[in-house]
């Protein structure tokens, strides 16, 4: 029977794989004239800088589009939810109709939070002309100045982006 020789490719620890690494650079420095090596040295430490900048490049323009493609999604399903929503608040005599557009709307906004959509804090908060858009204002003792007293319509956002503004009135 012959016997099957292991080599060790396969199993190499990485000190090892850089050890060999080096041994092949200094082989290549003794064939090649020091200011050649130098010059290629530098062209290949370049060259690989430009490509690391290449692929971080590639993947932030990825996630930008992934994610404008994701908010332009979610604002057409947004009139859904609110619709929805809305149907929540209708009272009915049948429990179970009720119960089955709950569990849609659940279902609806479970889907939103595992994409990374937040709704817009409106009620209570101060206004902000980034997060919401003012429909009206009004003159509230109790409320402090530019303080949201109402709203019309839920505002959502990814991350820092908004994909719609709350539509809110103002007070004072």
């Known amino acids: 029977m012959a016997k099957i020789k292991e080599g060790k490719c396969g199993n190499?620890?990485?000190?090892?794989?850089q050890e060999k690494e080096e041994e092949k650079k200094e082989e290549i420095k003794d064939m090649v004239p020091k200011q050649d090596y130098e010059e290629l040295d530098?062209?290949?430490?370049?060259?690989?800088a430009e490509f690391e900048n290449f692929k971080k490049r590639s993947?932030?323009?990825?996630?930008?589009?992934?994610?404008?493609?994701?908010?332009?999604?979610?604002?057409?399903?947004l009139p859904v939810v609110d619709n929805l929503e809305n149907a929540v608040k209708?009272?009915?005599?049948?429990?179970?109709?009720?119960?089955?557009?709950?569990?849609?709307?659940?279902?609806f906004q479970d889907v939103?939070?595992?994409?990374?959509?937040?709704e817009?804090?409106?009620?209570?908060?101060t206004f902000d002309p980034e997060l919401h858009e003012a429909v009206s204002s009004i003159q509230d003792e109790n409320l402090g100045e530019k303080q949201i007293a109402q709203e019309y319509r839920k505002g959502?956002?990814?991350?820092?982006?908004?994909?719609?503004?709350?539509?809110v009135v103002v007070a004072n």
């Open 12 to 17: 190499m620890t990485e000190n090892e794989k």
């Open 42 to 48: 530098d062209r290949y430490k370049r060259i690989l």
């Open 59 to 77: 993947n932030k323009e990825r996630e930008g589009l992934y994610h404008s493609i994701l908010s332009d999604v979610i604002e057409v399903i």
């Open 90 to 107: 209708t009272e009915t005599k049948d429990e179970e109709y009720k119960k089955g557009v709950e569990l849609v709307l659940k279902q």
């Open 112 to 118: 939103l939070v595992a994409k990374g959509v937040e």
């Open 120 to 125: 817009i804090k409106t009620i209570g908060e």
């Open 156 to 167: 959502y956002k990814i991350g820092s982006k908004v994909i719609r503004h709350s539509m």
